[in-house]
C-alpha cells in the first residue's frame, strides 16, 4: 500500500508543478527583439494569446507605453528603452482586452551593444534610394579615363587651325592697307 501512496503523491505534486505552466501558456506569452536591449535601443515586442486587436505594454524600462496590434491573438508593437535607464532586469505588463499579460526584459550596458553596431555601419553595397536603376547601374560601370579623347583632340586641332589662318589673313589684309 505504500507504493500507491507514493505513486498518488507523485501524481498530486507533478500536476500541482505543472498545472501553472499550462495556464500562463493559454493566457498568453511575451517575446521581444533583441531579447536584452541596450539602454536607448528600440525593441519590438511580440504578445501571444489576446483575443483584441490592441492591448497596451507599459515597464519602466520604456520611454513611452507600446500600442500593440495585430488579429488573431497575435500582437506587435515597437518602443524605445529609456537611454538614462540602469542595466538590469525589468517587468512588462500588457493589458489586453481579455487578460494581463506579464513578461519581462533584462537591459544591458549601453557599450556591449555598441561594439556590434558599428562593426556594420558601412554599408557594402549601393542603397536603394530611390532612382530607379541609376545606382545600381553607376555602381557596376567600370571607371573610364575622363580626358579628350581622339575625336575631340582632332576637332579641337582642326579648329586651333582654322582660327590661325583667319588671325593670318585678317593680319595681311590689314598690313596690305584693304581691310
Known sequence: MGSVRLTLCTAVLAVAAFAPAAQAADGGSVSVTPSSPAAGADLTLR??????????????????????????????????????????PYDVEITCADLQVKGRITVVA?????????????????????????????????????????????????????????VVLRRSRRSRGTG
Open 110 to 166: 549601453a557599450k556591449d551593444q555598441e561594439a556590434t553596431a558599428t562593426a556594420t555601419a558601412t554599408p557594402a553595397a549601393p542603397v536603394n534610394a530611390g532612382g530607379g536603376w541609376t545606382a545600381t547601374h553607376l555602381s557596376a560601370m567600370q571607371p573610364q579615363p575622363t580626358g579628350p579623347g581622339t575625336g575631340q583632340t582632332v576637332t579641337g586641332l582642326v579648329l586651333a587651325g582654322v582660327a590661325a589662318v583667319a
Open 47 to 88: 504578445v501571444t494569446g489576446c483575443a483584441g486587436r490592441t492591448a497596451t505594454a507599459a515597464s519602466a524600462a520604456f520611454v513611452a507605453d507600446a500600442r500593440l496590434t495585430g488579429a488573431d491573438g497575435r500582437l506587435t508593437g515597437e518602443t524605445r528603452v529609456r537611454s538614462s535607464i540602469d542595466p538590469g
